[in-house]
Every structure is written in C-alpha cells, then in structure tokens.
C-alpha cells in the first residue's frame, strides 16, 4: 500500500479504537523513512503509527493476493513489483473511495496534509519534503488518473540508484490492472479487519 492506502487506514483505526488520529497520520508517513527499532526517539503517538505502517507493509507484502498479482508480472518487473503494486493500491483505492469513506477524496486528502504537515520540521529531511511534495501539487487526489500513476512510477525510479523498469512499466500494469484491482478489493477489507483486531487488543482495557 501507498501513502493514500496508509492514511485512510490510519483514520479508519483511529475512529474505530479512540487512538490518536494525528499520530497515526505521521506514522503513516514516517514509517518509509524511520529505520530500525523504535526506542522513544519520537512522541508515543507517532511510534504507534509507525508500527502501524510496519504492520501494514508486513500483512500487505505476505498476502496471498499479492503473491498472485506478482505472478502475473513479468518475471524482470518481479524485483520492483512491490512498488509497482503499492501504487497501483492507491490508484484501486481511489477508483472506489466513494465505497469506502463519506467524504470527497479532495477533503480527505486536505485534512490528512494538514494533520501531517504541523510538525513537518521535526521529520527527517526526506519526509518533509515528500510531504510538502505530496501537499503542494495534492497529488493523493489525483491517483484516479492512470497518467498520474505512471508518473509517480517514473518519479519513483529516479530514485533509484539502479537500472530499473518503473518509468516503462505502465503499459504492462495497465493492462493487469482489472485483475490487480479484483484482488485488491478483496485484500483490502481484510486488511482493514486483521488490523482493526490487533491495535484494539494491543489497547489498554
């Protein structure tokens, strides 16, 4: 799952079980740049979301379902294919967020920046520019256009300090993407179920 996956996520849990929103929201952003064991070096509420977006990572990477859209890649995409589905995710969650939440995903999106973008100065360096990237052009409201999507893939593989296919890989994920997004509408509720089950039993009673 992408950013847009991990903060509806975020704000699904946080309504569910009472934790706090905010912290959730920056551990879903933080959670692709903070590395290692987390020992108090940020506020509870961010290492909560942290561990979030670790668990959802670790479920979403050891699914079945992904297994099966992997397969169906060809084999030199396999390397980067986690990638390459954690964006097309967000592009699936978007063609169908009217399903999965009340309000428009323009305000979704806006609220989410403004949570995060609060304590932007105390993130590494590379988060806050990825979130004043993400906040400038509103680029989670956008993941519905499939051009957007092939954008980020190639902005993504810039990145990268290797040969890699994902600034030409939107051809071939275009013409997979009913069967990704068959899978991923039946990932994701199980997704949201398997976590809404462990944060609320890790809660205090």
């Not at 979301?49 to 060809?74: F, K, Q, W, Y």
């Not at 519905?144 to 890699?164: F, Q, S, V, Y």
């Not at 009913?178 to 398997?194: D, G, K, R, S, V």
């Amino acid at each position: 799952m992408n950013y847009l996956a991990h903060f509806h996520l975020a704000q699904q849990l946080a309504s569910r079980t009472g934790l706090d929103q905010q912290g959730l929201l920056i551990g879903g952003l933080l959670g692709d740049f903070v590395k290692g064991p987390l020992r108090g070096d940020y506020p509870a509420e961010w290492e909560v979301g942290i561990r979030l977006h670790r668990r959802i990572d670790a479920l979403t990477d050891s699914h079945t379902r992904v297994t099966e859209c992997l397969n169906v890649l060809p084999v030199n995409y396999r390397r980067y294919g986690g990638i390459m589905l954690d964006v097309c995710f967000d592009h699936c969650l978007s063609l169908h967020w009217g399903d999965l939440h009340p309000s428009p995903l323009g305000n979704f999106t806006q609220d989410c920046y403004q949570h995060i973008l609060v304590n932007k100065d105390q993130y590494p360096r590379a988060a806050m520019r990825q979130i004043g990237f993400l906040a400038e052009y509103d680029v989670l409201s956008k993941m519905d256009n499939w051009d957007n999507i092939e954008g980020m893939l190639a902005r993504i593989a810039k990145r990268i300090p290797r040969e890699n296919p994902l600034s030409s890989c939107g051809p071939e994920l275009a013409r997979q993407l009913p069967f990704i997004e068959q899978q991923f509408l039946a990932l994701y509720p199980a997704l949201q179920a398997q976590l809404f089950a462990e944060f609320s039993e890790a809660l205090p009673s």
